[in-house]
């Protein structure tokens, strides 16, 4: 379950007294930890309640709050689950005039969720099939890094 909180007013002509978030389950079809049943069979006030949960807020906090359900499907690669040969390379094996670009295709340790990622996989089927002989940069490995590593423990414990 995530939330998002933009900086406020979200909407145009939004209310001053009125704050919005939205947020998503990323399985939907799982059961809750707080709400005995799946996030998809839930109402406003449920959903709410295993957010609740989650924050370890008590629930009066939402009190007034209004919460509208919606489904959506999946609506970029970024929330689509895969395994590792759901998608092809960006020149796929063989190929001397086809390449894939964007989001899917398969760069091996990248982070799909970047532009980043959408700009590498072009340079590398541009280079690839029009044999440019330039380095793509390299994908900075935030995962292995110990200062990424040690700040997140600080801010989970700190």
Request: charged share 20%; proline share 9%.
């Amino acid at each position: 379950m995530s939330v998002v909180l933009y900086h406020q007013p979200h909407f145009a002509g939004q209310p001053k007294d009125v704050q919005v978030f939205w947020g998503y389950a990323l399985h939907p079809d799982r059961v809750g930890n707080f709400v005995a049943k799946p996030m998809s069979d839930c109402g406003g006030a449920e959903i709410l309640k295993e957010l609740c949960g989650h924050l370890n807020f008590d629930a009066s906090v939402f009190e007034d709050a209004i919460c509208i359900p919606c489904r959506m499907p999946y609506i970029t690669s970024m929330f689509m689950p895969r395994n590792l040969a759901d998608r092809p390379l960006p020149v796929p094996k063989n190929s001397v005039n086809l390449a894939f670009v964007s989001k899917f295709v398969e760069i091996p340790h990248d982070v799909v969720f970047t532009v980043e990622y959408s700009v590498r996989a072009a340079q590398m089927a541009v280079y690839q099939l029009m044999k440019v002989d330039r380095p793509v940069p390299p994908v900075t490995r935030h995962d292995k890094s110990l200062a990424v590593i040690f700040a997140t423990l600080k801010k989970a414990f700190g």
